[in-house]
């Protein structure tokens, strides 16, 4: 069955940085296109970072061009967020989407940026 583990969440001050795992099994995950989405305390989920199934090709939103990088190990099934100069504002839960019918959803690593 399909399953998407995180980790690498944590408690983090203002400028520190994380680096976000998800470990993929139960689906071909080098063809997969895969993102990663956080929801803040009472917000909507939204759409962090997407990577297409080459690696080549990647989104991000605008609030965090430029501070965080989405990778992914094919071979490791793996795919990562590497996060830097966090801000509190980046406090949220984020998940791991695999857009393998009908998408799968990780259960999601807490991020919490505070002094």
């Known amino acids: 069955q399909v399953q998407l583990a995180e980790s690498g969440g944590g408690l983090v001050q203002p400028g520190g940085s994380l680096r976000l795992s998800c470990v993929a099994t139960?689906?071909?995950?080098?063809?997969?296109?895969m993102s990663w989405y956080r929801q803040p305390p009472g917000q909507e989920r939204e759409l962090v970072a997407s990577?297409?199934?080459?690696?080549?090709?990647?989104n991000y939103a605008d609030s965090v061009k430029g501070r965080f990088a989405i990778s992914r190990d094919n071979a490791k099934k793996t795919l990562y967020l590497q996060m830097i100069n966090l801000k509190p504002e980046d406090t949220a839960a984020y998940y791991c989407?695999?857009?393998?019918?009908?998408?799968?959803w990780g259960q999601g690593t807490q991020v919490t940026v505070s002094s």
């Open positions: 139960g689906f071909m995950f080098r063809i997969t296109p």
């Open positions: 989407y695999a857009a393998w019918s009908p998408g799968y």
């Open positions: 990577m297409d199934d080459t690696g080549v090709n990647t």
